[in-house]
């Protein structure tokens, strides 16, 4: 992972943690301690999809080397 995605990523971890009142309540959710979540630097791939539900921040933002953020075609003016 590069050092832009790698930030994204830390950034977007953060965000998500904060929308689920903590790194307590995160783990709670997810059915794990509290020690695991606190270890993350990123979220890890098999629970991104799950951090996404819970916290409403995209995959690709959670992990854009995993999941690349497709171009919005629909609101794209030179599609027109």
């Given at each position: 992972?590069?050092?832009?995605?790698q930030?994204?990523?830390?950034?977007?971890?953060k965000?998500?943690?904060?929308?689920?009142?903590?790194?307590?309540?995160?783990?709670?959710?997810?059915?794990?301690?509290?020690?695991a979540?606190?270890?993350?630097?990123?979220?890890?791939?098999?629970?991104?999809?799950?951090?996404?539900?819970?916290s409403?921040?995209?995959?690709?933002?959670?992990?854009?080397?995993?999941?690349?953020?497709?171009?919005?075609?629909?609101?794209?003016?030179?599609?027109?």
């Amino acid at each position: 992972m590069n050092k832009t995605n790698q930030a994204r990523a830390e950034s977007a971890l953060k965000l998500a943690i904060a929308r689920c009142h903590g790194v307590n309540a995160m783990a709670e959710k997810l059915g794990i301690t509290h020690s695991a979540v606190s270890q993350w630097t990123i979220c890890p791939t098999p629970r991104c999809l799950e951090v996404e539900k819970l916290s409403g921040v995209p995959r690709y933002d959670l992990r854009p080397d995993i999941y690349p953020q497709e171009k919005d075609t629909a609101h794209d003016p030179s599609n027109t």
